[in-house]
């Protein structure tokens, strides 16, 4: 079908030729035997002005073009005289591809965030979630664009997995077998030598592990897919099914990783300042009138370097200032978001990436500092989201990665693959996890990482 996009329709200034446009319609408004229709066609945040003659057109028709309906138009373009637009369309040709009765969810506008996530099948035709998604597809490229310039390869690692990343147990089964007549040991426990893959299987809750190998092999790679965790945490920042970018590189220390995360950060939002101006303008004036100044003041400053002893310092130096957090903080302690948003957004208003955890709070890869007692993570704490990035050094000795894993009384059954990175050839390298819808949050601005996915899934919900 020909048809010229909305957005390249509203950039054209050969004003007097023939145009045709598809799109749906956003409002229709008319006086004196003259219609004017906003279109869009979800190519750009804006709408093109089709102006028509109602003598012009079968009465059915102009009644079928009502919000929400499809139309192809075939007119002129000509030079707007309204303020804000360069161009229209005096409409020619109206052909209704779907009518769109009253019934049409999405007809009032100022609807709930809540009530547009029970219609999250038709919110994508919002002007606030066409502008999310078009962000969310440049945010993609923009790590694409990244990685490939920096001489990263995108390597795919499996999403059904018999590892368990972090020992934790939050992940999905995945399973052929017939649940009501489960096959059991004499001890009563599941037999799956007779399912699918003749083990127990779970979706990944990480590409980590299977990235070190690509890393060790590649010298730099990274993931990008979807990952699956069963955290019945209610929260506005966790979903079960998200999308996570895992950089893994050989021969990096931790400097040179802390350089990365904010060098990537960094590019992605200039990406977005860049390609998404109109979307960003947006959603700056509908939804967070901070936006833009955020996004810009990230670019501004280096981020601050804090080593985790250090961070805790300040809480507890705060706490006695009289500053009131939900939960204590004591060394040792597992930050909660409320203390990492103080930290970045309070004290030092700037993005934070925090080092050097406590061994007892981090997974058991993470390289051991030389004091025994913490590890060099490098998480980036960003403004209104907490924890957006979680990186470290891995442990590369052979060795003192068994007495971790012997410390922490885990299996080593089935990591005895990963284990061979350290067995031959070892080498000093390091990573790190960016949620992506954490990064859209940060960078549309939306409050509930539900709003940032186009089909959001979480503990009760896997609709759509
Ligand atoms: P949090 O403490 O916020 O739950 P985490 O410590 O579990 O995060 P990691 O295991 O380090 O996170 O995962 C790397 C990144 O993946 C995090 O920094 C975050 O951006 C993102 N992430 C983790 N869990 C989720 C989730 N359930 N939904 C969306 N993004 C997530
Ligand atoms: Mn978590």
Not at 59 to 87: D, F, N
Not at 193 to 198: A, E, I, P, R
Not at 242 to 262: N, Q
Not at 323 to 328: Q, Y
Request: overall charge negative; charged content about 25%.
């Amino acid at each position: 079908m020909k048809r010229t996009k909305v957005i390249d329709a509203l950039k054209c200034t050969d004003f007097g030729s023939e145009i045709t446009v598809m799109g749906w319609v956003r409002s229709k408004r008319g006086s004196k035997g003259i219609f004017f229709i906003a279109l869009n066609d979800g190519s750009t945040i804006k709408n093109i002005q089709i102006v028509g003659e109602d003598q012009n057109f079968d009465e059915e028709t102009i009644k079928q073009i009502t919000t929400g309906a499809c139309l192809r138009v075939k007119g002129v373009l000509v030079e707007s005289p309204a303020a804000g637009q360069a161009s229209e369309i005096q409409a020619k040709e109206i052909e209704v591809f779907g009518t769109c009765d009253n019934t049409y969810p999405l007809q009032k506008k100022g609807a709930s965030w809540e009530y547009l996530r029970t219609v999250a099948h038709m919110r994508p035709r919002t002007n606030t979630f066409g502008a999310v998604f078009r962000i969310r597809h440049n945010m993609a490229m923009a790590i694409h664009s990244y990685f490939h310039e920096h001489g990263f390869f995108y390597f795919h690692t499996p999403l059904i997995t018999a590892s368990d990343c972090e020992g934790a147990g939050n992940m999905f089964q995945v399973t052929t077998k017939n649940l009501y007549e489960l096959k059991k040991d004499e001890q009563g426990k599941i037999d799956y030598s007779d399912d699918f893959f003749g083990q127990q299987v779970a979706l990944t809750v990480s590409g980590q592990l299977e990235g070190e190998l690509g890393a060790t092999a590649l010298g730099q790679i990274y993931t990008f897919g979807p990952t699956f965790r069963a955290e019945n945490s209610n929260t506005p920042r966790h979903l079960a099914e998200f999308w996570m970018i895992e950089p893994e590189m050989a021969f990096y220390d931790k400097e040179d990783l802390m350089d990365l995360e904010e060098d990537f950060i960094k590019y992605c939002v200039r990406w977005a300042l860049d390609n998404c101006r109109d979307d960003l303008e947006f959603l700056n004036k509908m939804v967070d009138n901070t936006l833009i100044e955020r996004l810009e003041g990230v670019l501004k400053d280096s981020f601050v370097r804090l080593p985790y002893t250090k961070g805790v310092e300040i809480l507890q130096e705060a706490i006695k200032g009289g500053r009131k957090f939900e939960f204590p903080c004591q060394w040792g302690d597992d930050l909660a978001s409320e203390h990492e948003r103080y930290l970045v957004e309070e004290y030092f208003k700037k993005p934070v990436i925090m080092t050097d955890y406590p061994k007892e709070i981090k997974a058991f890869y993470m390289k051991l500092n030389e004091d025994g007692r913490t590890m060099q993570g490098t998480d980036v704490l960003f403004p209104q989201i907490g924890e957006i990035i979680g990186g470290s050094v891995r442990e590369e000795s052979y060795d003192k990665l068994m007495a971790e894993i012997g410390r922490r009384g885990m299996e080593t059954e089935k990591l005895e693959w990963y284990l061979d990175t350290r067995r031959w050839g070892s080498c000093p390298h390091a990573g790190f996890g960016l949620g992506f819808e954490r990064l859209i949050l940060f960078v549309t601005g939306m409050q509930n990482i539900r709003d940032v996915i186009p089909f959001p899934r979480t503990p009760k919900n896997c609709e759509f």
